[in-house]
């Protein structure tokens, strides 16, 4: 059984760094994408982050600069965010894709099939 279990979430100021955690368990797969979301009231769910299976990474435009996504291992994914914003505040998910038959770049992943319960991260001026 798959599961994702999101850490690392707070309430910090303008300017602060929060740094997510991911612990993803019971997947296999050699080619594949993991992703964060986030979620805000009224508002669609967005990517924010994005790392596929040969390492390369995607990043939403507003988190240029700001936001890192990095994997430990195959059992962890990271996303720091750094010069946090208050429109950076929502749920932030991580999810991984189903297993891809071959390679899938992160700019381009889809179908995440397994996700976690989430994590909020809230941002004050």
């Known amino acids: 059984q798959v599961q994702l279990v999101e850490s690392g979430g707070g309430s910090v100021q303008a300017g602060g760094t929060l740094r997510l955690s991911c612990l993803v368990s019971?997947?296999?797969?050699?080619?594949?994408?993991m992703g964060w979301f986030r979620q805000t009231p009224g508002k669609e769910r967005e990517r924010v982050a994005a790392?596929?299976?040969?390492?390369?990474t995607w990043i939403v435009d507003s988190g240029w600069g700001r936001f890192s996504i990095s994997p430990r291992d195959k059992n962890f994914v990271d996303l720091e965010m750094n010069d946090l914003r208050p429109e950076d505040t929502g749920m932030y998910y991580c999810?991984?894709?189903?297993?891809?038959?071959?390679?899938?770049?992160?700019?381009?992943?889809?179908?995440?099939?397994?996700w976690g319960q989430g994590t909020q991260v809230t941002v004050s001026s």
């Open positions: 999810a991984v894709t189903r297993p891809y038959v071959s390679y899938v770049h992160a700019g381009v992943c889809s179908e995440f099939e397994y």
């Open positions: 790392v596929d299976s040969g390492g390369e």
């Open positions: 019971g997947y296999s797969a050699t080619h594949y994408c």
